[in-house]
């Protein structure tokens, strides 16, 4: 059973910059996919980042030039680099894996931007 635990979420004000950490209890290396998923109140959860085991980086439109993810195979960790916050990034933040028939969920961390 592969476990997720983020951190790094909490108050900020507009245009300021926040980095959430997951870490994994398995190597992320034997992940495909990791990525960051947000959901704000109200809202379905959604997209913001993923990252595969090569590298290659998705981003969803709304944080693209603003969000950085990256993954630290030797931490076994995936971060997301948030700058340049809006109001409308309040969420709460959830770490995922992807595996062949296999979906992983931390139970998230809730990023306020104040404006």
């Known amino acids: 059973q592969v476990q997720l635990v983020e951190s790094g979420g909490g108050l900020v004000q507009l245009g300021g910059s926040l980095r959430l950490s997951c870490a994994a209890s398995?190597?992320?290396?034997?992940?495909?996919?990791m990525g960051w998923y947000r959901q704000a109140p109200g809202k379905q959860r959604e997209l913001v980042a993923t990252?595969?085991?090569?590298?290659?980086?998705n981003y969803a439109d709304s944080v693209k030039g603003r969000f950085t993810i990256s993954r630290d195979n030797a931490k076994n960790t995936v971060n997301l680099q948030m700058n340049s916050l809006k109001p409308e990034d309040t969420a709460v933040y959830y770490c995922n894996g992807k595996r062949p028939f296999a979906d992983y969920w931390g139970k998230g961390t809730l990023v306020t931007v104040s404006s």
């Open positions: 398995v190597r992320i290396s034997t992940i495909n996919i």
């Open positions: 990252i595969t085991s090569g590298d290659s980086t």
